[in-house]
């Protein structure tokens, strides 16, 4: 086995995993000044989607990046949706003041080639067709051992990171358990389908289905017999889904048929549903799961090992929280990773991973497993669905469910006692007026820079930063339009507030605790 004695063909972090997950930390390390190498073992991006879109917070962290844009092709700034659903449920949001729910309906296929050119142009090294087949680490790093095209090899980084999935073997060859649930008592068939005109409704470009009705499109249907969902992305080819339970019509032995799933549409919905296969060149989905995982490691980090995306934490795909919760856990970990790498940040800022990031993957556990209870079979279930329908008619209610979908429910512990209601939470996208005319917050947090933006008359706040401006971005000006009554913020390169104030002239108190914030999250001034 040869090994990567030079620095030069070592790493500051090695990266188990090129799906998103990883790739966006490949990113979020380049742009810190950081070196990882990504390990795929995949020779090309994978043909299947596993998600047809975004939901939640993400898709404002991917705007702050620049990859909104890309995505879209559009310069415009995200919006929030004016509904969405939970658990089977329609959720409401026209009412919602400050709605906090938005979506970016592009397949996890594109989100892959967006994120994998941005980590290039960044300098991250992605070695496809390289495998993790073992791991050791001491006081100085890891030495990961790799399978690649021309054999196995070694190669030493100051730290390594899981992206690597539900199965990851770095979670296992780190010693963390994976304590949780298996449930095996559900079947959910999936497959690109061809629909004849006739049958979709033109209210809703759902599909009206004779003998039963409308069923919409875009969101869980639930019958008393099942789930239904049908997806007419633009410019692609529809989804069906159904979900069973108690092993209904479980699956022949051969591979996963058409057929099998009118059968299945059929048990679902009590009629017969006309459609044909797919048309135009594949791949094409055609894809049967039986039951599920619930299930968080104990720890996400294991010395210089640590844990991201479903590698730390798997659960129910309803609802779309994925992307959502692994994204932000990079963005999260990308920043406090190479601080501490670049000698900025002792290790202990890495502890703050866990302690922010495990209470999102914990509320994603409890609302998956919620929605999943709200759509199971039985009069039981559908008392309860009626009961919960009445309550999310309220937009309080409304605003609450979509905030926890979201992902924006989460305050972080900035640890001041005083804290301002921005600390600690996810920083609105404030509009300023500087110098160079009006930009947007989300503008400003393109380089993954720390932000302190002093909207004070004499700047008091801006003043703080001194000796540090080679770590934080300082924007003095003013705030047009909405300011949530802050005249002063300091941003974390993640979005979140470490700190804040609303005086016009923040006094001698606010600035000690501003101190001790820079400090905290970005080390003693030089």
Request: glycine share 12%; with cysteine; proline share 8%.
């Amino acid at each position: 086995m040869s090994t990567d004695p030079s620095p030069h063909d070592g790493a500051d972090v090695v990266i188990a995993g090129g799906g998103p997950n990883g790739l966006m930390l490949a990113c979020e390390l380049s742009l810190a000044g950081v070196r990882p190498v990504v390990l795929e073992r995949l020779t090309g991006r994978a043909e299947e989607n596993r998600a047809n879109g975004l939901v939640g917070q993400v898709v404002q962290v991917l705007d702050r990046r620049g990859l909104h844009e890309r995505l879209t092709g559009s310069a415009q700034p995200p919006r929030p949706v004016p509904g969405f659903v939970f658990g089977a449920l329609p959720l409401d949001l026209s009412a919602v003041e400050d709605n906090p729910l938005y979506t970016l309906g592009v397949p996890q296929r594109r989100v892959e080639q967006a994120l994998e050119e941005r980590a290039t142009e960044l300098g991250a090294e992605i070695r496809r067709g390289h495998e993790l087949t073992g791991l050791s680490q001491d006081a100085q790093g890891v030495t990961a051992e790799i399978a690649g095209p021309g054999g196995p090899y070694r190669l030493r980084a100051r730290y390594l990171v899981g992206a690597d999935g539900g199965r990851s073997l770095t979670r296992k060859l780190s010693g963390i358990g994976f304590p949780g649930v298996t449930r095996d008592d559900t079947v959910s068939r999936s497959a690109h389908v061809s629909v004849p005109e006739s049958l979709i409704d033109p209210a809703t470009g759902g599909l009206d289905v004779p003998g039963y009705g409308v069923v919409p499109p875009f969101m869980h249907h639930r019958t008393e017999h099942g789930l239904i969902a049908y997806g007419p992305f633009p410019g692609r080819t529809p989804i069906l889904t159904t979900m069973e339970w108690g092993g209904a019509g479980e699956s022949e032995p051969a591979p996963m048929s058409l057929d099998e799933l009118r059968k299945s549409v059929r048990r679902v919905l009590g009629v017969d549903l006309p459609f044909g296969p797919p048309e135009g060149e594949g791949p094409h989905l055609l894809r049967l799961l039986t039951g599920g995982n619930t299930r968080l490691a104990d720890r996400f980090r294991a010395g210089r090992v640590l844990l991201v995306g479903d590698a730390a934490h798997v659960h129910s795909a309803i609802g779309g929280p994925g992307l959502n919760l692994g994204l932000q856990d990079t963005v999260n970990l990308g920043w406090k990773l190479a601080a501490v790498v670049r000698g900025q940040a002792s290790e202990e800022l890495l502890d703050t991973y866990e302690s922010e990031r495990r209470p999102a993957a914990e509320r994603v556990v409890m609302h998956t497993q919620a929605q999943s209870a709200l759509i199971a079979p039985g009069a039981e279930t559908t008392a309860l669905r009626e009961l919960f329908a009445e309550l999310l008619r309220e937009p309080g209610n409304a605003r609450h469910i979509a905030a926890t979908m979201a992902g924006s429910d989460l305050r972080y512990d900035m640890g001041g006692a005083d804290a301002h209601p921005l600390t600690g939470r996810f920083a609105p996208d404030l509009v300023i007026e500087a110098d160079g005319g009006p930009v947007r917050l989300a503008e400003l947090a393109r380089t993954a820079r720390p932000l302190l933006l002093d909207f004070t008359g004499d700047a008091a706040a801006a003043k703080e930063a001194s000796g540090r401006h080679d770590r934080v971005h300082v924007v003095t000006g003013r705030c047009s339009g909405g300011s949530h009554g802050v005249s002063a913020l300091l941003v974390r390169p993640d979005g979140y507030v470490a700190w804040a104030s609303s005086a016009p002239e923040p006094d001698e108190a606010e600035l000690g605790s501003l101190r001790a914030a820079l400090t905290r999250w970005f080390g003693p001034a030089a």
